[in-house]
């Protein structure tokens, strides 16, 4: 089955950077989204079709993509930006879709 | 606004059934695809099930297929998952979601989720 790699955790400071990895065979042709998840709650959607934001996502968040990585980053981290945060794209088929595995954002 | 609303979880014996229930509101439900994502406690997220507008495409992910179904009644603003032979391993929260474009993965509205617990 198809799989997405993300680190299990990433730490930052408040008004640092951070950037969260998703690896995968099929994300040079597949687009990549990223969700958004606070314990207890439903997941949001935060980036779509790898950079696209939606509205309500604050600019501080940007998404890129190199070849099998697609990248979130958050700059100016607050502490709100806390949570885990999950990307998904399709297989190389276009059918079948898949989770990365989840990253947990803390701030320090 | 965009209503997204789960029912039928339970606890149920492994080996036994259950159907779950999405209402919609909000938006045009019949032009939008429609998807249910499971999570295990304290996992992560996983796709299981997608519908194409008209119900003639469903997809699903390896471990539920032959086991689950997933339909649509476009005039009841509705889907539904059938979960059948089900497993230990199928316990977790079931989310109701629509997807952002026809065909494609990206979720852009969530339902709140419904516990299903399959144990003895």
């Known amino acids: 089955s198809y799989e997405l790699t993300q680190p299990p955790s990433v730490s930052v400071s408040p008004g640092q950077t951070a950037r969260i990895t998703c690896s995968g065979d099929a994300l040079p042709k597949q687009y990549a989204y990223w969700y958004q998840q606070k314990p207890g709650q439903a997941p949001v959607l935060v980036m779509y079709?790898?950079?696209e934001r939606p509205s309500g996502t604050p600019e501080r968040f940007s998404g890129a993509s190199s070849g099998t990585t697609v990248t979130l980053t958050i700059s100016g981290v607050q502490a709100e930006d806390e949570a885990d945060y999950y990307c998904q794209t399709a297989d190389s088929s276009g059918t079948y879709y898949v989770f990365g595995t989840g990253t947990k954002v803390t701030v320090l | 606004e965009v209503h997204l609303v789960e029912s039928g979880g339970g606890l149920v014996q492994p080996g036994g059934s259950l159907r779950l229930s999405c209402g919609a509101s909000?938006?045009?439900?019949?032009?939008?695809?429609m998807t249910w994502v499971r999570q295990a406690p304290g996992k992560g997220l996983e796709w299981v099930a997608n519908i194409r507008e008209d119900g003639s495409e469903k997809y699903y992910v390896d471990s539920v297929k032959g086991r689950f179904t997933i339909s649509r009644d476009n005039a009841k603003n509705s889907v539904c998952l059938q979960m059948d032979s089900l497993r230990v391993d199928d316990t977790a929260v079931y989310y109701c979601?629509?997807?952002?474009?026809?065909?494609?993965?990206?979720?852009?509205?969530w339902g709140q989720g419904t516990l299903v617990t399959v144990s003895s």
């Open positions: 909000g938006f045009t439900f019949d032009r939008f695809w």
């Open positions: 979601a629509r997807c952002l474009f026809s065909g494609g993965p990206g979720v852009d509205y």
């Open positions: 079709k790898d950079s």
